[in-house]
């Protein structure tokens, strides 16, 4: 990493704020280069909390752009942060609406262009594709990071499965977030009235996700795949093979026009690819986006449209690890997606007809819904886990590497003796020594399988065939290596499992097959592809208080012999204690627990708890937040409960509990 200090222009920033047409303001710093000169302006537009949370993520970009000539814009969601009003839906209209405002009234600025970027990570990557949609005319071009173009599968379904570990733990961390107060050193002396205003709207997300157990009206709105002719902005679409997210790349770069949008896929989890996070290897991102910005919003013809469509990492072979500080593999290019180097080639499964009845508690070497980059994050060898599944195995041949790019496809042939039931498939790298390596894996609800806004019970004795998708991944199959299929019939704790599935299913192998898309080299196109090394602008000076206390382990099983039960603690690392240049002391707390029996698909749970405090000693300010989150279910509902306690110093200045059955459509 290269930290930089010398920029063309001298920069400055200010806070201000955003005038919204209902007349509620919006929160932003703006980073400018002291020119006389108009510039263009960028912006992220995200709700966690730009004086505190993103402050030091905020640091390493905001005034690199600001340094090459770009009023760059960091902007708190409406009812977050110190910003105005009540928080609503996450990405929904409101948010939207207030985002157009933002970029309009950015381009009427004296000192901006009129031409606008924006970009994002996660959330602020995704509700920035959101506002290309609505295709503000200052909006030239979009960098989206790690998201979404589908709402239903962002953090609440997977293969019109209901998740259980992610739905609830962003359901949790939203909550918590909501209930954050303003902090009075920026928002001023209405702080408190502003807080308990917006405490009174606060709702715990998962009443709306768990009320639309299908892909209805309510995820079609608003997610970008639905017309995609309707984004007018050039997009540079970015994702990680160890992101959840990734496949949002190989949709925009199918679907958007070929001399607007380019995309990129490194090895990375949930991060910018910049920040040298595991896994690497980390490339110079912000190098990268300032040659999109240059050509998109200041006209330069700088190459940065000659790039192939689709630049991709495709990983060499490796052991399993719940961690790399870098993989194995190389950059490859691709002119055209699908791409033209790429092949469908089907591996048949053999053998006899085979029942599976998955335990439970398979899926507790998943590793992490959405890595952040931490130790525990990805999944360990998957021998355990295949040891619980149906497995198929192909040896891969010759004297090259088997190298894969897209996304592998399953049909399978099923016989189903209850109603309702899962199938998680699993594709996995089988080295010499027996250890297996977890690919890339999909899901599928079996009541999806003609559709995820369908819910369809199963022809209880019949045979039929399911396809579905695994998510997509660049892979090499060393030679001597084996491809592993592994079918299982459960996958907790992120798939919620329903009364009966417990019994599994039964696979005909004659009906079945593996499809995976085998990528030919193209030296001319790959060897071409480069990046530069990751450099930032000089990081915020945060302070990490030491401590005696040994540090909770981030992922811990524990096994219930008598009762037949499995339990997973997770520590997510989100924070720790934080103190901030400007004196502000922030702590957090965060544990989330996920249950199940054996034999019990009922016996399902799950419970988070956030504990935060906000702590100014200059001033004496000093708020505390707890929250707790559980989800439950019986045969016909899930059973959600949630409390929200607020205090300012010792006095409880809110608690409120909500308690839901809400009805078991689908999920």
Not at 586 to 614: C, F, K, N, P
Request: negative net charge; hydrophobic residues 40%; charged residues 20%.
């Amino acid at each position: 990493m290269t930290i930089r200090t010398a920029f063309p222009h001298e920069t400055a920033h200010d806070d201000v704020r955003i005038p919204m047409p209902d007349g509620v303001e919006l929160y932003a710093r703006i980073w400018r280069p002291l020119t006389a000169e108009p510039v263009p302006a960028l912006l992220e537009y995200l709700p966690y909390r730009l004086t505190d949370w993103t402050a030091p993520r905020d640091g390493q970009r905001h005034p690199w752009y600001a340094g090459h000539g770009y009023a760059s814009v960091r902007v708190d969601v409406r009812g977050h942060g110190c910003s105005g009003g009540s928080p609503g839906e996450p990405c929904g209209d409101r948010e939207l609406a207030d985002g157009v405002a933002v970029v309009e009234w950015l381009a009427a600025q004296p000192w901006c262009t009129g031409s606008v970027g924006m970009f994002g990570i996660g959330w602020g990557g995704t509700n920035s594709l959101q506002i290309a949609a609505l295709a503000p005319e200052a909006l030239k071009a979009v960098v989206t990071v790690c998201s979404t173009d589908d709402r239903f599968d962002d953090a609440h379904h997977s293969g019109g499965s209901v998740l259980a570990a992610d739905l609830h733990a962003a359901s949790a961390t939203l909550l918590a977030f909501a209930a954050r107060p303003p902090d009075p050193r920026y928002a001023g002396d209405g702080w408190r009235e502003q807080w308990l205003a917006r405490l009174e709207s606060v709702e715990p997300p998962v009443h709306t996700w768990l009320a639309h157990q299908t892909r209805d009206a309510h995820w079609r709105h608003g997610s970008v795949c639905e017309d995609y002719g309707a984004v007018r902005a050039a997009v540079l679409a970015v994702g990680g093979w160890h992101d959840p997210y990734r496949d949002t790349v190989l949709r925009l770069v199918s679907h958007l026009p070929a001399d607007r949008v380019r995309g990129v896929i490194g090895p990375w989890s949930h991060q910018y690819p910049d920040r040298g996070l595991p896994p690497g290897p980390s490339i110079g991102f912000l190098q990268e986006t300032l040659r999109w910005w240059d050509h998109w919003l200041r006209g330069s013809a700088n190459g940065v449209m000659d790039e192939p469509l689709l630049r991709s990492w495709i990983s060499a072979s490796h052991p399993p690890a719940t961690t790399y500080e870098e993989l194995p593999g190389r950059w490859t290019g691709d002119p055209a997606w699908p791409s033209p180097a790429v092949t469908s080639v089907t591996y048949g499964l053999q053998g006899a007809p085979v029942a599976v009845a998955s335990p439970q508690h398979t899926g507790l070497d998943a590793g992490r819904f959405r890595p952040y980059g931490n130790d525990a994050d990805l999944p360990p060898d998957q021998r355990e886990e295949d040891a619980k599944s149906a497995c198929f195995e192909f040896p891969v041949a010759g004297g090259a590497p088997l190298e894969i790019l897209g996304r592998p496809q399953v049909t399978l042939r099923l016989r189903m003796d209850v109603p309702y039931g899962q199938v998680a498939a699993r594709l996995c790298d089988v080295a010499p020594d027996g250890s297996s390596t977890l690919v890339t894996r999909g899901a599928l609800n079996l009541s999806a399988r003609l559709g995820r806004e369908l819910a369809e019970p199963w022809p209880v004795g019949a045979y039929e065939d399911v396809v579905f998708e695994l998510n997509g991944i660049g892979h090499a199959f060393a030679p001597g290596h084996r491809i592993r299929l592994a079918l299982s019939s459960a996958y907790w704790p992120w798939i919620w499992p329903r009364a009966g599935s417990e019994a599994g299913w039964t696979l005909d192998p004659a009906g079945s097959a593996l499809v995976l898309p085998v990528r030919f080299p193209s030296p001319a196109v790959d060897d071409a592809v480069a990046f530069g090394p990751p450099e930032q602008a000089p990081p915020l000076p945060v302070a990490v208080p030491a401590t005696l206390d040994e540090p909770r382990p981030e992922r811990v099983v524990v096994r219930d012999v008598a009762r037949g039960a499995w339990r997973l603690e997770v520590d997510p690392r989100y924070g720790g204690t934080r103190v901030y240049p400007d004196g502000l002391e922030s702590t957090e707390e965060v544990g989330e627990v996920y249950e199940i029996r054996d034999g019990d698909a009922l016996s399902a749970r799950t419970r988070s708890t956030w504990r935060i405090r906000l702590h100014r000693p200059e001033s004496g300010w000093d708020v505390r937040i707890e929250t707790r989150s559980e989800i439950g279910c019986d045969g016909a509902s899930f059973l959600t409960s949630d409390e929200l306690v607020c205090r300012e110093g010792e006095e409880v200045v809110f608690h409120r509990t909500w308690e839901r059955s809400l009805p078991r459509t689908a999920g």
